[in-house]
């Protein structure tokens, strides 16, 4: 594997050196350099940050499971309190679990989307202390007009999970695409921490990972766009402080356009 990985490094460089592209002409630097966007050498943000051609990249796709380390996930869930029903619920398992069985997702994520992910799902959750809304039940998440996905009586569409799945239409196409009766169970979201997950990241790839590219502040408008704008700027600073500081653990430049 990492011979692999060297070897298409030495090539790409060898293929830098003869190409007369002024994207790679300057690329030749040593294994443990990246080749920045420009083609320069250097182990700065600038050259393995964002456009990074070869070498260590920051961008580089890792195997999910060694974005989500132990130590990564634990420093997350320890800091909140005990007896907070999701301690014993979310677990670094059932979020690889989930992970491995979201089409191509364990092969293409990056470092900085698992930043962006876990900065929501901790402001979600409080840490991962939540699993349903703090009195969910009190408010009404049926849109009565949606015919494709009718409510069921007697059954609550309030925030579960990491990403706080709400609304009947949410559980709906949540559901069709997980191929799981959401919509009848929507319960299965606070009980089952692999769907749990698979929630999470059914949003985050659907709403979530297409406008990632233009910062971190598009997704925060496309997960709670009333908090923009002043609208809640202390759930945005807590959103983007947690997003810093996942970035700064996993080794990420946090790029711009940050707040919303
Ligand atoms: C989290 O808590 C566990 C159990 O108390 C402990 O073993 C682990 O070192 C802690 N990890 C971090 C990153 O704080
Ligand atoms: C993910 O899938 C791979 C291959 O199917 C398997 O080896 C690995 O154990 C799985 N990981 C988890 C956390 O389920
Ligand atoms: C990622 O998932 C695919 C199947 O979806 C599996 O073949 C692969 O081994 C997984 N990799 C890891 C690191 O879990
Ligand atoms: C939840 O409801 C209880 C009792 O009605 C109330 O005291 C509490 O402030 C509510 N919490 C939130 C976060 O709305
Ligand atoms: C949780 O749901 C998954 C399907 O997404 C299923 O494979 C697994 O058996 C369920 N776990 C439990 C404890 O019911």
């Known amino acids: 594997m990492a011979l692999t990985k060297i070897s298409s ?7 830098g050196f003869y190409s007369q592209t002024a994207k790679s002409q300057f690329c030749g630097c040593s294994p443990i350099r990246c080749c920045s966007q420009y083609g320069f050498c250097g182990i700065t943000d600038q050259h393995c940050g964002s456009g990074c051609q070869s070498g260590p990249c920051r961008t580089s796709r ?6 989500v380390t132990k130590k990564f996930f634990d420093g997350i869930i320890n800091q909140t309190r005990n007896g907070c029903a999701g301690k014993r619920f979310y677990t670094r ?28 799902f901790t402001h979600e959750t409080e840490h991962f202390c939540y699993i349903e809304e703090v009195n969910g039940t009190s408010r009404d998440y049926c849109d009565e007009n949606n015919m494709q996905y009718p409510c069921v009586p007697g059954k609550g569409y309030y925030g579960r999970g990491p990403i706080q799945l709400s609304w009947n239409i949410m559980y709906g196409e949540c559901g069709d695409n997980l ?11 606070g009980s089952n921490s692999t769907v749990s997950f698979r929630t999470g990241l059914w949003f985050w790839m659907k709403s979530l990972r297409p406008v990632l590219k233009e910062g971190f502040g ?9 908090e923009c704008d002043g609208g809640n700027s202390g759930a945005v600073s807590a959103r983007t402080g947690y ?11 946090p790029g711009a356009n940050i707040t919303c």
């Open 9 to 15: 490094v030495f090539l790409i460089c060898l293929f």
């Open 62 to 67: 890792d195997p999910v499971d060694e974005i």
């Open 93 to 120: 398992e059932s979020f690889l679990s989930a992970a491995n069985t979201t089409l191509n997702f364990n092969s293409t994520v990056t470092r900085l989307e698992i930043a962006a992910m876990f900065a929501h």
């Open 179 to 189: 191929k799981l009766p959401l919509l009848s169970q929507p319960e299965l979201v």
């Open 218 to 226: 598009a997704t925060i408008r496309a997960i709670n766009g009333m």
């Open 243 to 253: 997003y810093r500081d996942y970035c700064r653990q996993l080794g990420v430049d």
